[in-house]
């Protein structure tokens, strides 16, 4: 990454489009702006391994608890706009990703993150070049001056600082992208068992979740008061979430939440309950979520060793004073 680059300054930043194209293109940030139509989508964005400190036995890795996703409004232009430009081939099958960051020990001499995905994925409408998050110039430490946003894939698969796209005839080959990177396992695994590394397939659209954001967990409600409202976010990777259900008993008895459309296809969307609670006490709300191919979150999930694709429902613990 260029000084003017860290300092906000895009005037040497270009982008490469090669590999199985016929007119290999060199962009700037303003040949992006006026020769591509922008777009603004809400898109969400999650870490493959969102959740993993919930694994038991732990897994290895960032210790994400609930965090590790977001929702931004993301300006750009679309992927399959600039590889049309460029002329993509039938030969073409994924995609491969370089950008200007050094490896996170410092040492340059290192091979960066360099993920792709399928041709068909980058083709997608909602696939963009984004340069403003939110309305503003694109944060440093989101991938200034550009970036792509996949949603609904791992967020690995959304390279920032990006500076050249490498279309290819077979699957990329880049840094995290073999091995048991950003892959989870063919099949059910018991904790800890070992399997072939030819088992293991590659993350694509992430399975279907809902967060609770109020209230916070631990939280009293209010003395002589059985109601509460809790409300939150819920998506589905490629798809859209079709209900959100919620509990305060276990699961003895579930109650349909009120669930907001998307604003677009990609964002997550609001849902909200008021819940009544039988008497004083300590309660646990959980939240459930399916999607529009019927898929359910899970009391718990299948055990991988790398600790992705955590989608178990989410809860917040409340008290009841009276």
Not at 269 to 289: C, D, H, L, M, T
């Amino acid at each position: 990454m260029s000084e003017a680059a860290r300092a906000g300054d895009a005037w040497d930043w270009k982008l490469t489009i090669d590999g199985e194209v016929d007119n290999p293109l060199s962009l700037s940030l303003a040949d992006l702006k006026h020769d591509f139509a922008t777009h603004t989508f809400a898109l969400q964005v999650e870490c493959g391994g969102n959740g993993r400190a919930a694994f038991d036995p732990p897994a290895r890795g960032n210790q994400w608890s609930t965090g590790a996703v977001g929702c931004a409004r993301w300006t750009g232009v679309r992927m399959a706009d600039v590889l049309n430009a460029a002329g993509i081939r039938g030969s073409a099958v994924y995609t491969g990703y370089y950008g200007s960051d050094v490896h996170l020990s410092g040492d340059a001499s290192k091979d960066v993150i360099s993920r792709g995905a399928p041709v068909w994925k980058m083709m997608e409408p909602h696939t963009l070049l984004a340069w403003e998050m939110n309305g503003e110039t694109l944060p440093y430490w989101h991938g200034f001056p550009v970036r792509i946003v996949a949603p609904g894939w791992p967020g690995s698969v959304s390279g920032k600082w990006v500076r050249r796209i490498w279309v290819r005839d077979q699957v990329h080959d880049g840094k995290k992208m073999t091995g048991k990177a950003y892959r989870t396992p063919a099949y059910p695994v018991a904790p800890r068992e070992k399997i072939p590394d030819e088992d293991w397939r590659i993350i694509q659209s992430m399975p279907v979740k809902s967060l609770i954001t109020y209230p916070q967990s631990g939280a009293p409600l209010g003395a002589d008061n059985r109601v509460m409202e809790v409300r939150g976010h819920a998506w589905a990777g490629d798809d859209a979430v079709a209900r959100v259900d919620v509990t305060h008993d276990f699961g003895a008895s579930w109650q349909t939440a009120e669930l907001d459309a998307p604003v677009n296809p990609y964002a997550w969307q609001n849902w909200r309950a008021r819940i009544r609670f039988p008497s004083k006490g300590y309660y646990e709300v959980w939240a459930r979520a399916t999607d529009s191919q019927g898929r359910m979150q899970p009391f718990a999930v299948d055990w991988n060793a790398k600790g992705y694709l955590n989608n178990s429902m989410h809860r917040v613990a409340l008290r009841v004073p009276s």
